[in-house]
């Protein structure tokens, strides 16, 4: 090995003062073979060249390859994204460390959002199950089976609140809330970098977008964001701030703009909050192309002074479009970019190479080692379970589920029935529909010989081609229907907003004309957001929330729909009656007119203010009941502690797990406070007729927020406290905060 000296920043100052201007730059470069800007030729040119047939496919692809090869043998890529696979992993960092002038190695980067090869559920769908420590194992095998293609990074946890189900991106995240949102933050980035990112089978990881890209106006994807700054360190930022404290070695700035500022050029958020609030050390990458699009946002006249901004805000890397590469060599010249600020994002970038021990160890894996951990079967183990934990169940009328297995026929039923890429969601592009087990193949497996399944589609996902008549006859002569309907997986995840939230195409009359067959009719949901499904939750008699639950989604919602799981997911955003409510989320603020009956509130004159199925919500196979709630204290400090106790109660009879809730209101404050907001929860596991005394810690300081000078205050007042199932529903108690 070229570098290996005791001390790491000594070898970076070493490193930093052999590296010639063109290296430095390179290491600030993200190089991805997938993108036109990566080969050298703009993208018309080489689209021209392909029309006219003068570039096959072939020779586009080879193009990029020498393209990309070069370079590296010059030391001039600091990291790809999107190539995959031990051997050529390997092949192109042997160039990087064996025949560049310093041996620089590369960085390998992709988007492993859940699961490599073993999908588990979009994230949306895990965090239901409200357990950090389920989202850290998967994170943790994600991790294991992308290092072993060769992967040392990747482009998640994303963290954004989302409070708007029409954005797409709603699915990649953990859901509308700021507590919960940072747990699952914070499990992630410890999953995927485990304790030591220099042990082969971790990957480093990246907070994203920084920040409020999920409050895009309208939920249209890369639209504007103004919010006030009190908002955004209370309900956008704490998971990216859990992300820092958990360790996580990178950010990625946000495609939007923040209150006129594009985040990719914001030094309030790169510098000062991330940096100097938070203390972070690792480094910042820009989103794909979102460096040159600072002048497309109108915040730059020319490409240039983007790249200066954006550099000079903090952002240490540019993804995909050799931006900076073209740009910086200019901006050093007329000195209008300084070397010490070039400098210090080469070495942020380098620390985290040397973190990885790539300069010791540059391969960290082999082909025989990808092959044979990917899928392995305690991988797909946690993925059914991570799958079984997700699911949510919305309605359960005159006990429709779990499906007897006495039945003598089922009608399976929708276009998401026996489909195996869908079941994978919109960001699983390392993920193989080969390996997944379908609903149909998971439902068959479980029914077992003496049912009959008959399958029959009804209709499209999003067209009108449609024939209800086999569907139908299959409803007729079943004991029980089962249809599957929802949404594909590129109706969420990027640049996928929708208008409206309801079963798109014709599913809907399907599933009206599988009720007028008389028969019980569960529904069963695929989609990547909360949907708005009033008659559905009006008519059928069973609703199950299955999201989209990766490589063996069929085995986990199989045990589900017969009983073998007992379904604990609650919901993490809010369901909505109808589109015209959005956003509608449990913790807003106050206001003067609460909704009621008299004209003069807030509400609709056509439509309920209230939510289909609120934040917190899910049923289980058994039932629950609540009492005896007490507080250790009356009365309490600001760096205090209260214990929240409760009597948990199955009152039904089966085995099932709850997620407790407890909910905070802060009565009167110097600023008008959500109506309630969550700070702690438990999940219980309980026996039939089972009671357990419930305790769950309120750590007072959490109870604060920012004043309107932006200082973190936690004022003394009365609290109510609220302990129940979901934000609806529970029992209550106060508490004073005295100073
Ligand atoms: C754009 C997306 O916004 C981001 O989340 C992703 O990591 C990059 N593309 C790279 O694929």
């Known amino acids: 090995m070229k570098f290996m000296y005791d001390d790491v920043e000594v070898s970076i100052a070493r490193l930093l003062e052999q590296m010639t201007l ?18 050298g030729l703009t993208k018309d040119e080489i689209i021209a060249q392909m029309v006219n047939g003068e570039l096959s496919y072939e020779e586009f692809s080879q193009i990029g390859r020498d393209y990309h090869e070069d370079k590296i043998r010059a030391g001039l890529i600091g990291s790809m994204g999107g190539v995959t696979g031990a051997a050529k992993v390997n092949e192109l960092q042997r160039i990087a460390v064996e025949e560049s002038r310093l041996g620089i190695p590369i960085l390998f980067g992709l988007d492993v959002i859940h699961g490599y090869r073993t999908i588990f559920p979009i994230p949306l769908a895990e965090a239901c199950s409200w357990e950090p420590e389920l989202a850290r194992e998967t994170a943790k095998i994600a991790a294991k089976e992308a290092a072993a293609a060769g992967l040392h990074w990747t482009f998640a946890p994303m963290v954004d609140i ?43 990881a990246c907070a994203k977008h920084l920040v409020a890209y999920g409050g895009a106006v309208g939920g249209r994807d890369y639209n504007t964001v103004d919010m006030s700054l009190q908002m955004l360190h209370d309900v956008y930022l704490p998971p990216f701030k859990a992300a820092a404290e958990a360790g996580v070695g990178t950010f990625m700035s946000a495609f939007n703009d923040l209150n006129g500022i594009p985040c990719t050029a914001n030094r309030y958020l790169l510098s000062e909050v991330l940096r100097k609030q938070y203390g972070f050390q690792g480094f910042v990458v820009s989103d794909a192309n979102s460096v040159a699009e600072v002048m497309v946002h109108g915040y730059a006249e020319t490409r240039k002074e983007a790249s200066k901004k954006a550099l000079m805000a903090g952002v240490d890397m540019d993804m995909s479009h050799g931006t900076y590469e073209e740009d910086l060599p200019q901006l050093l010249a007329e000195e209008q970019l300084s070397h010490a600020d070039l400098n210090e994002a080469v070495r942020r970038v ?21 092959q044979r951990l990917l899928l392995a079967p305690e991988h797909l183990t946690l993925a059914r379970e991570a799958a079984q934990r997700s699911i949510v169940l919305l309605k359960n009328e005159n006990e429709a589920l779990p499906l007897s297995r006495g039945n003598k026929k089922i009608a399976l039923i929708g276009p998401l029935a026996d489909n195996a890429d869908e079941m994978l969601g919109a960001w699983a592009i390392s993920g193989n529909p080969n390996n997944v087990v379908t609903i149909r193949e998971g439902i068959a497996a479980a029914a077992g010989g003496d049912t009959q399944v008959v399958y029959a589609k009804g209709c499209e996902i999003d067209d009108n081609k449609s024939d209800f008549t086999e569907a139908l006859e299959a409803a007729r002569g079943s004991d029980v229907v089962i249809a599957v309907v929802g949404e594909s997986s590129n109706m969420s995840g990027e640049a996928a907003s929708r208008l409206n939230l ?15 067959a008389g028969k019980p009719l569960i529904v069963v949901l695929v989609n990547g957001r909360p949907l708005s499904i009033p008659w559905a939750a009006e008519h059928a008699d069973a609703i199950v929330e299955a999201w989209q639950l990766g490589t063996l989604s069929g085995h986990a919602l199989a045990d589900v729909l017969f009983g073998d799981y007992n379904p604990s997911g609650k919901l993490v955003a809010t369901f909505p009656h109808s589109a015209g409510q959005v956003p509608v989320y449990y913790n807003h ?16 004159l056509d439509g309920s203010t209230e939510p289909l199925y609120p934040f917190g919500y899910g049923l289980s196979y058994t039932t629950f009941a609540y009492e005896r709630l007490t507080l250790s204290q009356s009365e309490v400090t600001a760096d205090g502690r209260i214990i929240a106790e409760v009597d948990i109660t199955n009152t039904g009879n089966r085995f099932g797990e709850e997620v407790v809730q407890l909910y905070v209101s802060d009565v009167v404050a110097s600023r008008v406070r959500p109506i309630k907001e969550l700070k702690g929860f438990a999940k219980v596991a309980l026996q039939p007729g089972e009671c357990k005394r419930v ?21 003394p007042g009365r609290f109510m406290v609220y302990v129940g199932p979901n934000s609806k529903d529970g029992i209550e108690s106060e508490f004073v905060l005295i100073s």
């Open 695 to 715: 305790a769950i810690e309120l750590e007072v300081a959490s109870l604060g927020f920012h004043n309107e000078f932006l200082e973190y205050v936690v004022e």
């Open 22 to 39: 063109e290296e430095k730059i390179g290491q600030l470069m993200q190089l991805s073979p997938s993108l036109f800007g990566a080969f």
């Open 162 to 204: 989302a409070r708007d189900p029409r954005w797409g991106r709603i699915s990649e995240g953990a859901g509308e809330d700021p507590y919960l949102g940072s747990l699952m933050a914070a499990a992630r980035v410890k999953g995927f970098q485990g304790e030591d990112l220099s042990n082969p089978s971790a990957l480093l």
């Open 502 to 516: 309801g079963l798109p195409g014709r599913q809907e009359e399907l599933l009206k004309a599988l009720h007028a």
């Open 350 to 370: 380098l620390r985290m190479k040397f973190a990885l021990g790539l300069f010791e160890n540059p391969y960290r894996t082999t082909p025989e080692q990808e």
């Open 589 to 604: 603020p106050n206001t003067g007119r609460p909704t009621g009956e008299f004209k003069f509130t807030m509400k609709y």
